[in-house]
């Protein structure tokens, strides 16, 4: 279903420029959606620094799963504008960006989790968007090879699906070129020198460039950028992990693809991948991987485009309860896991706008969620840029709700906790996916 191989990456750019209104350190799906953003709003100079190529951070390898759906109100624009942005990037680029929109279903297997879903119904008024709380029979009827003895109510937004990460990138990239964007790979950014008139001097083995503004959308290496500026970005590297099986032949019997299941208290989604499926489990806080010398030591300098050793031992009792849930898993086989790294803020929201420690430096990081923020993102950025003022209310992401008391050792166990709390248990509170 991925349409990877229908793209072929663009080709690098032979220009450079000496000034820049906004240089973009990052070429991830976020960094490249402000560019989209701001040079189709009509931003001159436009640059986007990749220190390799573009996605090679956590989003070439990213599950892609998008969704309408947010316990937050002010995000749930955010996933709104960035959905209504993918379905006419084809279009609009000529890319091939494999949108797939099947739709999705949360299941409720206990009683408390149906009280969410009614509780996330009254929110459903706030937004355009459709959200349904259906009855066991519909469930099976959408998802008929579920295993249907604990299942109480499902919560469907129609809409949800899954994109292929890298050509959305690619097809945002196209699209900030097409629109005067200068992305320029590879093209590390070593040091940041702010000067007194408020400008910056941004510097990369390929030359300098004086930039009005900058913008760190570094990914898992945002913290060393952060430290180029001065300052500690309180973010945590994560491992996460998907699962990919091999063809099932009651998959592929099947008329249409299957929509995208999250069953919260097994803790994981799970989409159709092809004829196989894929799913991803959030662990517990007690189980989850802290990738912890990097937060002591920085990202290793040579890693690059790479993922982490699979460990499905700690992912087992998902693996399990998936079983359970959709029973052909038992038979399939498993081709490939994917274990990669993700930043996690200590209340698992991005930090997104000016920070006001420092003078023209933005940030657009710690993002867990990125696919799906990422076009809204970059458009909510943009207007923010562009126009003195943030468009509406994201209060939340603000990055100056941290400070200097956000040590690494609050930021550990905090991002611990929040990741434990995508679902396990618990009502979602921040968590989308
Ligand atoms: C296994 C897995 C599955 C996931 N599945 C989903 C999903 O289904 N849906 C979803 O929404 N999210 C998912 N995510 C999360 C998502 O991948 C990330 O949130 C997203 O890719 C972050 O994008 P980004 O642009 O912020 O960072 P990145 O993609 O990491 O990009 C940062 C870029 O900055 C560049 N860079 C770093 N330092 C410098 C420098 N000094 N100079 C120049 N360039 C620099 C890097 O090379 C990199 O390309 C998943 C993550 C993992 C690990």
């Not at 070129?177 to 200068?182: N, P, T």
Request: hydrophobic content about 35%; proline content about 6%; aromatic content about 10%.
């Amino acid at each position: 279903m991925s349409s990877r191989e229908e793209n072929p990456p663009l080709r690098a750019e032979t220009r450079w420029k000496d000034r820049a209104e906004t240089v973009i350190i990052g070429g991830g799906c976020v960094g490249v959606s402000l560019a989209y953003h701001l040079a189709k709003a009509g931003m001159k100079d436009v640059v986007l620094l990749e220190k390799s190529e573009l996605t090679a951070g956590s989003t070439w390898h990213a599950a892609g799963l998008t969704t309408y759906f947010h316990p937050g109100i002010n995000l749930k624009k955010i996933h709104y504008d960035s959905i209504k942005l993918y379905e006419k990037l084809e279009e609009e680029t000529g890319q091939v960006v494999g949108f797939h929109q099947p739709g999705s279903i949360r299941i409720a297997t206990t009683p408390v989790r149906v009280d969410e879903f009614k509780y996330q119904m009254t929110r459903t008024g706030w937004h355009a968007t459709e959200q349904y709380i259906i009855e066991p029979e519909k469930i099976q009827e959408m998802f008929p090879l579920l295993n249907m003895n604990k299942i109480l109510a499902g919560l469907y937004n129609p809409g949800d699906g899954h994109i292929d990460p890298y050509s959305l990138t690619m097809a945002l990239a196209a699209g900030a070129r097409k629109y005067g964007a200068l992305l320029k790979y590879p093209a590390p950014v070593t040091s940041l020198k702010p000067k007194s008139d408020g400008t910056w001097d941004v510097e990369t083995p390929q030359g300098s460039m004086r930039a009005n503004r900058i913008v760190n959308a570094a990914g898992f290496w945002a913290r060393e950028v952060g430290k180029m500026v001065g300052l500690e970005h309180p973010l945590i590297p994560v491992q996460h992990q998907y699962v990919v099986t091999s063809t099932i032949p009651e998959v592929k019997a099947l008329k249409r693809e299957l929509p995208v299941l999250r069953d919260l208290e097994g803790s994981y989604y799970l989409r159709q991948e092809r004829d196989g499926l894929l799913f991803g489990p959030y662990e517990s806080q007690e189980k989850m991987k802290v990738q912890d010398s990097w937060v002591t030591s920085g990202v290793p300098p040579g890693f690059g485009k790479e993922l982490f050793e699979s460990d499905l031992d700690r992912i087992m009792e998902h693996v399990e309860a998936a079983m359970e849930m959709v029973p052909v898993l038992k038979k399939a086989d498993i081709i490939n896991i994917v274990n990669g790294p993700i930043t996690y803020s200590p209340d698992i929201l991005p930090m997104v706008g000016p920070h006001q420690g420092v003078r023209n430096y933005w940030v657009a990081i710690g993002f867990g969620y990125g696919i799906i923020h990422a076009g809204g993102v970059g458009k909510y950025l943009s207007d923010w840029i562009l126009h003195g003022e943030p468009p509406f209310d994201l209060i939340e992401l603000d990055p100056n709700r941290y400070g200097k008391w956000t040590t690494t050792q609050y930021t550990e166990a905090k991002a611990r906790e929040s990741y434990g709390f995508n679902n396990i248990g618990k009502v979602q509170i921040y968590c989308c996916l």
